[in-house]
Nanobody
Framework: QVQLVESGGGLVQAGGSLRLSCAAS????????MGWFRQAPGKEREFVAR????????YYADSVKGRFTISRDNAKNTVYLQMNSLKPDDTAVYYC???????????WGQGTQVTVSS
């Protein structure tokens, strides 16, 4: 099973940027679809973005489209989430997840906190 560790979270002012990283170990994720999800206090975890392993095609939640960019570096076994024009509503714990082809994201990281102040 693949292990995922997120990093790069922190406190930023509205309008600022952060780049989250998700380092995978245990197995190569070059043939995994990878995703980012987030969970704000008192809310359900929600989808943010994902990237396919074969085509590198990307998908985004409407709430982050045009502001966030997901990318991957298979040589480093790492996935990134570049977040620009951050808003207070983006405040959440961000989780990285991996889908080995089972149809769902079966491996999850522990999360990294992102806090956007107004």
């Amino acid at each position: 099973q693949v292990q995922l560790v997120e990093s790069g979270g922190g406190l930023v002012q509205a309008g600022g940027s952060l780049r989250l990283s998700c380092a995978a170990s245990g197995r190569t994720v070059s043939t995994y679809d990878m995703g980012w999800f987030r969970q704000a206090p008192g809310k359900e975890r929600e989808f943010v973005a994902r990237i396919e392993w074969r085509t590198y095609r990307t998908y985004y939640a409407d709430s982050v489209k045009g502001r966030f960019t997901i990318s991957r570096d298979n040589a480093k076994n790492t996935v990134y989430l570049q977040m620009n024009s951050l808003k207070p509503d983006d405040t959440a714990v961000y989780y990285c997840a991996a889908n080995s082809g089972t149809g769902s994201f079966e491996s999850w990281g522990q999360g990294t906190q992102v806090t956007v102040s107004s």
